[in-house]
């Protein structure tokens, strides 16, 4: 399904790359500063051809390409970080300043930052697929109203039949990839996870703090097959995922938003942690379901999201979408 941001799920796609350009662990000490090597291959977009912008805000101050990278499809995603209170001593006394306009109290300035001030996180998936292209590009959105009965004819067959691959999640639960990037984890094969960071956050401040929580029983695919049994592995995730993020990045739990999507970008069971006040892509009511109401409406109704319509965005382009137009339900 689609997530402008949730890049989670491209990290099996990144992977390859991410080998030749090496990074360096962020300190997790204070939620701040990610050291970035010098990729030991070159810049390894030097050689990019771009084909067309797929979409771009600036509000989010992001921008989508696709193109080719060594004769393969290939989307990079450009990103201003945000600015951390820690560098603005260095920002005033370092930078060049230009004057563009002064009237009475107001004057505009046009601000050159050192160049280790001014970075841009990039992201690259290579080689991209249609549905990589796809999923960036801007397009319109509808609202589906999915009953459970809806679900177990429409939108289950069409997962099970799409076989979405997770296998990049259960590398990170085995230990195959991503283990250095873990910052907490429950062992325990039933109520246990693990919380990393999510790869829309550069750990360099926690204004923008995102992590996931993925759990690691492995037959829960998203909020529909929740039920009171879950209750406990819930809790947990709860419980314990707010004590890390306080341990780890001094942030309380009354800074924290927790929430589960549904539709989950992708079918393995993950809980959301973002800092309250940061619009993360996909907080809104119309997708995120926060995981103290996921909780308390299991425990007053053991089948509630066996029973309950849901609603949830679909993009222009996604076959799901396609499937609730061919059964008269949109």
Not at 11 to 28: F, M, P, V, W, Y
Request: some cysteine; charged content about 25%; glycine content about 4%.
């Amino acid at each position: 399904m689609a997530d402008n941001t949730a890049k989670r799920e491209i990290s099996n796609e990144t992977e390859e790359l991410s080998q030749k350009t090496k990074r360096a662990k962020a300190d997790h000490g204070n939620g701040r500063g990610e050291d970035v090597k010098e990729s030991e291959a070159g810049n390894v977009l030097s050689g990019f051809q771009l084909s067309a912008v797929l979409s771009d805000s600036a509000r989010e101050k992001n921008i989508f390409i696709h193109g080719k990278l060594a004769d393969q499809n290939a989307v990079v995603i450009l990103e201003k970080t945000p600015i951390r209170e820690d560098t603005l001593a260095e920002i005033f006394s370092g930078s060049r300043l230009m004057l563009e306009m002064k009237n009475d109290i107001y004057s505009t300035y046009r601000l050159q930052a050192p160049p280790h001030l001014n970075e841009i996180k990039t992201t690259v998936v290579c080689p991209a697929t249609e549905k990589h292209v796809n999923k960036y590009q801007r397009q319109e959105s509808f609202l589906v109203e999915e009953t459970w009965e809806d679900y177990q004819t429409i939108t289950l067959p069409y997962i099970q039949v799409q076989s979405f691959s997770v296998q990049w999640v259960h590398n990170i639960l085995e230990k195959k990839a991503e283990a250095e990037r873990i910052v907490y984890e429950d062992p325990d094969p039933d109520n246990g996870f693990v919380l990393l960071p999510d790869f829309k956050w550069d750990q360099k401040q926690v204004d923008d703090l995102y992590l996931i929580a993925i759990v690691h029983q492995k037959d829960i695919k998203s909020l529909r097959d929740l039920t009171s049994d879950h209750v406990p592995l819930l809790q947990n995730v709860f419980k314990k995922g707010k004590e890390a993020i306080l341990q780890r990045y001094n942030l309380p739990a009354s800074k924290l938003r927790v929430y589960l999507h549904y539709q989950p970008s992708y079918y393995h069971l993950h809980v959301h942690f973002t800092k309250l006040g940061y619009e993360a892509p996909g907080c809104g009511v119309e997708r995120a379901h926060l995981l103290a109401d996921v909780i308390q409406n299991l425990q007053s109704d053991p089948q509630y999201y066996q029973t309950r319509t849901l609603y949830f965005p679909l993009r222009a382009d996604n076959g799901l979408l396609s499937k609730f137009k061919e059964a008269g339900r949109l």
